[in-house]
């Protein structure tokens, strides 16, 4: 390429107008934060190996969804750092997949509610769409406990005007392959299925309905299975 004939700043100018366009078209991706725990954190295996990371790469360049999970997390937990996750990455989607935890160790609905509804109206006060997903526990819990900790999803979901995401591993619970020996973490195997399960909302959310593509594997359609009682939490 020849610059000959320009004035230096001229050719200066028009390099710096390329880099800040550049720049602009990376900064309108849609960023996508997961706040979860073990189930969201590739737990067990290596973290690319894990949905969220391939849930990223089968959005394309135009998303990024950022993995805020951590293993172990309750809903305590994650009202404790959303604010930071917020500031950090100012996401237009915030994805809330937790309180499995909270049910296994037996803490208080009237708890996980108020820390659930903490962490929906900081997301909303930032600008994000909120979405929530149910959560279902192991039937050992005992139904009353159930009953109670279950009926929380649906009331915020309905007192706040977002979307309730069914549990992505009801339908995995019957098929062979798919849970860890603990009967409670999804395996490798199982990833592509939750992406498949997870793609249809996340793209409904940032207003992209296209397609899957059918040559990706993660693209599979989600076989059905019959329904189950026991639901196993993080």
Known sequence: MK???????????ALALCAAGLAAGAAQAERIVI?????????????????????????????????????GDTSAGAASRIDGLLAAHQPQ?????????????????????????????????AGAEVALMQIRLPPNLGPTY??????????????YGIEL????????????????????HPTEAAQDDIVAFMEPHVR??????????????SATPRRPTPDSDAAPAP
């Open 204 to 217: 409904g959310m940032v207003g992209d309905r296209a397609e899957p593509d059918d040559s990706d594997p």
């Open 35 to 71: 706040l979860g725990d073990s189930l969201s954190d590739a737990y067990g295996m290596p973290r690319e190996a894990g949905w969220v990371h391939r849930l990223d790469a089968r959005l394309g360049e135009r998303h990024e969804v950022i993995d805020g999970a951590i293993s």
């Open 165 to 184: 995401i069914p549990f992505f591993l009801e339908d995995l619970f019957q098929e062979p392959g798919m849970l860890m020996d603990d009967g409670i």
């Open 3 to 13: 610059f000959s004939g320009l004035p230096i700043r001229f050719v200066l100018f």
């Open 146 to 159: 159930i009953e109670r900790f279950e009926a929380v999803y649906p009331e915020l979901a309905e007192r």
């Open 93 to 125: 989607v915030l994805i809330v997949i937790l309180g499995g935890n909270d049910g296994l160790r037996g803490l208080p609905p009237a708890a996980l509610e108020r820390n659930l509804a903490n962490v929906i109206e900081r997301g909303q006060a």
